[in-house]
């Protein structure tokens, strides 16, 4: 007896130990922003003005007057306060990116509060942590879901999660913006409550397989495409491949559902320098997007890359692929990266994380929080307008609202027919690794390397003229 | 000589599951209480512990830790009662999972599912992880320890990769899919008959869908756990003893040791798929990462908390491996109100506790801390490994062994030394 529970201590030690080595998915990658973390003794004294300083931003709406005697109300909101909550994953495997999301959350809710809150209401903003697992998700969401709590869930991370909660958020009468990018959030049949941000990976793919096609890659197109199996990686795919069908380029290799996280990549590897393509799309995470890049350029192979959002991670130029990120790969995303673009929402959120969290290092995951915490701002701001912060007010709001994010991302509307308010445009960024210097922290502005391309949001024709009738690779 | 502890007068009264006055007495109360608990009555809210759990937010953990009960009966099994080391707890309960989904789900185009009701779901899901156990059960009677737990730590990679090659069982990719919920049908009709996941009225009450579920689970875990207990003590049980204790005397004994070892990696499968199905019905969704290898350890952890090799331990480590990091958080919230407060003690949670910037407290209330101070929701996960690490050295037979020590220095009073 004595000796089986002396084995599986040892073997507790050995899997703990093998686990945290074994970097499923995308923790390897997204860990590295924690490792570069700023020791907080530096300075500090910044922290202390915050709240003195006002700094009236543009969507601020007269919050003095006294209205919230005429507001209705029911759960999580009272006569001062309304609750807006967030279920993030804040210890599992997402947890160094969404800590980052959930900080900009609350710097931009501690301002609105500084400012006078909405509706003469102060913000009580409420994280619960959910380890990324649906179970805990699930406990979260009973607490939050409660008489005694909120409004609102300004995040919901994850899409299992999400998906999980769905039908319960139709039953309870109440919203979530998803901290997840499946591209069946817009149907209302899989999320009539969920209100998701930006556009979605088909779209994402097709402008930027178009735009690089068109603008960078020298001669005609050869497309390779390569991604993980499933959701993300084969909704990608299937944008890519609509893309090359509509703009006749020719697909010399096809590696949809190829890239397995874990097994060998070589076969992938010479089937792609083989093909003799120019233009590589991408449906994988960081660490793959090393593997490949890295194993690619190995051999000699030269072409323009890209990829999904999050193919591509700017802690990447903290490594010795930078170089080659710097020469041949451009990245794609939903919004903009961190201290890019001349926008006033973003020139707004640098100003406003450099008063609340300085010390904190440069990420792109910023403006994910932000522009999250705008979106739940403007919906809650309409209902409060309209004298109704019930849930039913709120998700009434929301499906009236169009989220106007300054230009930190396309402005997002929820209501109406699918195809009029479904996002279609997303961001080109030439990589220019010099920019970016690890550790950099948020006091001195810097950039994460990326550098945006044709001066906005790009949207191809392709993608203007889709007609949305559910996710492009249909997975139920 | 009656009501005289550890003298019997006969095998049957050896062998009885509660031997003693007290622990009939204990054991009833203890029933009575679980089943009163998810009501607010006034006795029960009086009673520490019971109190909070019955909530509604705090039922739903309850009911998580239930179904983990479950897991590590079966666990209990296989390593506590046939020393069989196993990592691929996770996948048996995977196994479970997907039999369930692909016997009870919905079909589409997409995805498989035949749409059966629960009472062919449930079962089968136990069948087909015990069938699949008893495949893996020939490579337990060639290795042993360190090497089994190997072999079997390999299967939780399997399973991962046979998700991913069967995404019309699976659901595609990290989404997972929809799994059929707890609800009683005859057969495929539209209205359940007895339906677990939505409020509804028994008898003169109103009942919340977690009320509800934690009676089925609970209804679930008294039949396998007097399921264990009966099989502890069973021919079975003995020779899953004797083959744990040194495998080759009990060989030489006459205990077929391949027999044996097929039986408890068959029926640990079966409580293992009975609890995958069950949390993934639960969740309503799961992706296939869910089942992993630290699911695995986690049922390791309970039984090495709990104490091994018995029922009770197996309970008492589930109770508190699911529990404790809420409790945890409770505390730390508790504590961080004291902080904030001018009470007399405010300084001593002061210590703790690391309100804002030049705070010396080791714990930060702040969910966005990486690093130091430590943010409370990792302070679970530190506690968790210290735990184990002082049991291994003070407590090898976990809170069971515990409990055994309280007992022993009652049994002598006032005369323990």
């Given amino acids: ?476 | 000589m009656r009501g005289r502890p550890n003298l019997y007068t006969s095998y049957a009264s050896e062998s009885r599951l509660f031997p003693t006055r007290t622990q009939q007495l204990a054991i009833g109360i203890g029933f009575i209480l679980l089943l009163l608990m998810p009501f607010d009555l006034p006795v029960i809210d009086q009673v520490p512990l019971i109190r909070f759990l019955g909530d509604n937010a705090w039922l739903r953990v309850v009911n998580r830790m239930l179904i983990f009960c479950i897991a590590s009966l079966g666990l209990n099994i296989l390593s506590g009662l046939g020393g069989q080391v196993s990592l691929g707890h996770a996948f048996f309960m995977g196994v479970g999972a997907y039999t369930a989904v692909l016997v009870g789900g919905p079909g589409s185009s997409n995805l498989w599912g035949w749409g059966l009701p629960i009472w062919i779901w449930l079962p089968a899901s136990g069948v087909v992880a015990a069938l699949v156990g008893i495949l893996v059960a020939p490579a337990a009677v060639r290795v042993r320890g360190l090497y089994l737990a190997i072999t079997t730590l390999g299967l939780v990679f399997i399973g991962l990769h046979l998700s991913r090659i069967f995404p019309e069982i699976a659901g595609p990719g990290s989404l997972g899919r929809k799994w059929p919920k707890l609800e009683v049908r005859i057969w495929k009709e539209e209205e359940p008959f007895l339906d677990f996941s939505r409020d509804g009225h028994w008898f003169w009450f109103d009942i919340t869908d977690n009320q509800k579920t934690y009676y089925f689970l609970l209804a679930l875990l008294i039949i396998f756990a007097l399921w264990a207990a009966n099989l502890a003590r069973s021919r079975t049980g003995r020779a899953l003893a004797a083959i744990r204790d040194q495998d080759v005397a009990a060989e030489i004994m006459g205990v077929p040791e391949v027999k044996y070892k097929t039986i408890a990696f068959a029926i640990s499968s079966f409580y293992a798929g009975v609890a995958g199905a069950l949390l993934a019905s639960f969740a309503g969704q799961m992706p296939p990462e869910a089942w992993d290898l630290i699911l695995s350890v986690e049922f390791v952890a309970i039984l090495l908390i709990g104490g091994i090799g018995r029922i009770s331990g197996a309970l008492a480590g589930t109770f508190f491996v699911v529990l404790s990091p809420r409790f945890v958080e409770e505390i730390i919230e508790w504590m961080t109100e004291q902080a904030e407060g001018d009470g007399a003690f405010s300084g001593m949670w002061d210590f703790f506790i690391s309100l804002g910037h030049g705070d010396f407290g080791f714990v930060s209330i702040n969910e966005t801390a990486l690093g130091y101070p430590i943010p409370y929701s990792s302070l679970d996960e530190i506690i968790y490994g210290l735990l184990i690490v002082l049991f291994m050295l003070f407590e090898p037979l976990g809170l069971y062994g515990i409990w055994i020590n309280i007992r022993n220095y009652w049994k002598g009073w006032p005369f323990s030394y």
């Fill in chain 1, 1 to 476: 007896m004595k000796h089986v529970s002396k084995l599986l201590a040892l073997l507790l030690a050995f899997t703990v130990v093998a686990a945290a080595c074994s970097s499923d998915e995308d923790s390897s990658s997204s860990s590295a922003p924690a490792e570069t973390e700023a020791p907080a003794e530096t300075e500090a004294p910044a922290e202390e003005e915050a709240p003195a300083e006002e700094e009236a931003p543009a969507e601020e709406e007269a919050p003095a007057e006294e209205e919230s005697a005429e507001i209705i109300y029911d759960y999580g909101v009272d006569e001062d306060t309304i609750r807006v909550g967030a279920i993030a994953d804040l210890s599992g495997a997402f947890a160094p990116l969404v800590v980052q999301i959930i900080a900009a959350q609350t710097a931009y809710w501690d301002r609105v509060n500084a400012n006078g809150g909405i509706a003469g209401k102060q913000i009580d903003f409420w994280v619960e942590d959910n380890a990324y697992d649906v179970p805990t998700h699930l406990e979260r969401y009973e607490e939050m879901s409660a008489d005694d709590g909120v409004v609102f869930l300004s995040q919901s991370t994850g899409s299992p999660h999400t998906a999980a909660i769905a039908e319960a958020l139709v039953e309870d009468g109440l919203g979530a913006i998803p901290l997840s990018w499946y591209s069946g959030w817009p149907d209302p049949e899989f999320g009539e409550n969920v209100f998701e941000s930006y556009t979605n990976y088909c779209y994402e793919s097709i402008n930027a397989v178009d735009y690089l096609a068109n603008n960078v890659v020298e001669g005609d197109a050869k497309l390779a495409v390569l991604s993980f199996p499933g959701e993300y990686g084969q909704d990608g795919a299937a944008g890519a491949k609509i893309a090359a069908e509509a703009l006749g380029i020719e697909v010399v290799y096809d590696g949809e559902a190829a890239v397995i996280p874990g097994a060998d990549q070589t076969p992938v590897i010479t089937g792609l320098v083989e093909s003799g393509a120019n233009l590589v799309w991408l449906t994988t995470n960081p660490t793959l997007l090393a593997e490949l890049m890295g194993g690619a350029a190995a051999t000699g192979f030269e072409a323009v890359w890209s990829g999904n959002s999050p193919t591509y991670n700017y802690m990447l130029l903290a490594t010795a692929l930078a170089p080659i990120l710097d020469s041949s790969f451009y990245q794609s995303t939903y919004n903009l990266t961190w201290n890019a673009g001349d926008t006033p929402g973003m020139a707004d959120m640098v100003a406003a994380l450099q008063e609340a969290i300085p010390d904190d290092p440069v990420s792109d995951a910023y403006t994910i929080g932000w522009t999250e915490a705008m979106a739940a701002h403007q919906i809650l701001e309409a209902a409060a307008a309209s004298g109704d912060l019930t849930r039913a007010g709120v998700i009434a709001a929301a499906n009236a609202t169009t989220v106007d994010y300054m230009g930190l991302a396309p402005n997002q509307g929820y209501g109406g027919e699918i195809n009029d308010f479904i996002v279609r445009e997303s961001y080109i960024f030439d990589i220019q690794a010099d920019l970016f210097t690890a550790g950099a922290t948020i006091a001195g502005g810097g950039s994460t390397g990326s550098v945006l391309m044709n001066g906005g949001p790009y949207v191809s024709d392709v993608t203007a003229a889709h007609v949305y009738e559910g996710a492009c690779f249909v997975a139920e």
